[in-house]
Nanobody
Framework: QVQLVESGGGLVQAGGSLRLSCAAS????????MGWYRQAPGKQRELVARITSGGSTNYADSVKGRFTISRDNAKNTVYLQMNNLKPEDTAVYYCNAVVSTVVVISAEYWGQGTQVTVSS
């Protein structure tokens, strides 16, 4: 089995920063894409940022220039550095990874979610 464990959420004032981390563990053979999604109350889950195993990234337009995604392949960990946070960034943030094990190829896994709240 594969588990994704997130950390780093919390309450911050507008203009502040937070760094989210997500570590994958289990019988992992390889991880291709890793990413962060978020879901605000009453809204659909949306992609925030994604990074490939080679380091290519893409971002939602709403976070470009403020958020940076990175990963440490040796640690099977993905990070999301969030700067200049805005109240509209308030949401539950979910880690996502496409993982291959000895049993399953390219299965998608999700973390449990971490709350980010930005006060005005």
């Amino acid at each position: 089995q594969v588990q994704l464990v997130e950390s780093g959420g919390g309450l911050v004032q507008a203009g502040g920063s937070l760094r989210l981390s997500c570590a994958a563990s289990g019988s992992i053979f390889s991880i291709s894409n890793m990413g962060w999604y978020r879901q605000a109350p009453g809204k659909q889950r949306e992609l925030v940022a994604r990074i490939t195993s080679g380091g290519s990234t893409n971002y939602a337009d709403s976070v470009k220039g403020r958020f940076t995604i990175s990963r440490d392949n040796a640690k099977n960990t993905v990070y999301l550095q969030m700067n200049n946070l805005k109240p509209e960034d308030t949401a539950v943030y979910y880690c996502n990874a496409v993982v291959s094990t000895v049993v399953v190829i390219s299965a998608e896994y999700w973390g449990q979610g971490t709350q980010v709240t930005v006060s005005s």
